[in-house]
């Protein structure tokens, strides 16, 4: 199919830097990856990505006073005596879906 159609739009030029970089090191031209991008929106019938808000973003506990340090280590404990706990391989694998870690 003869490539006919253009796609124009705005993003932060930081971005489209970034990205086209990484495109170029993959060997891949910016057109090919939009549309590659719009076949898999096509596939999935939907975003290929899940698109959310995340529930709350991880605590950064070198910020915290020592007050509100004992505070969130408290609700550790609270949360493991009530069972409320995944193992290690379960959060790493949740932080790199979630936060792209």
């Not at 590659?36 to 290929?48: A, E, H, N």
């Amino acid at each position: 199919m003869a490539k006919s159609a253009n796609v124009y739009a705005r993003i932060e030029p930081e971005i489209k830097e970034q990205a086209e970089k990484i495109l170029s090191t993959l060997g891949i031209p910016a057109s090919n990856a939009i549309n590659m991008f719009y076949k898999q929106i096509i596939l999935q019938r939907g975003l290929p990505f899940e698109g959310k808000i995340p529930d709350r973003t991880p605590t950064d506990i070198s910020v915290l006073e020592t007050e509100e340090l004992h505070i969130e280590l408290e609700k550790g404990y609270a949360d493991r005596k009530a069972g409320r706990t995944k193992d290690a391989k379960t959060v790493f694998s949740d932080l790199h879906k979630d936060y792209g870690l």
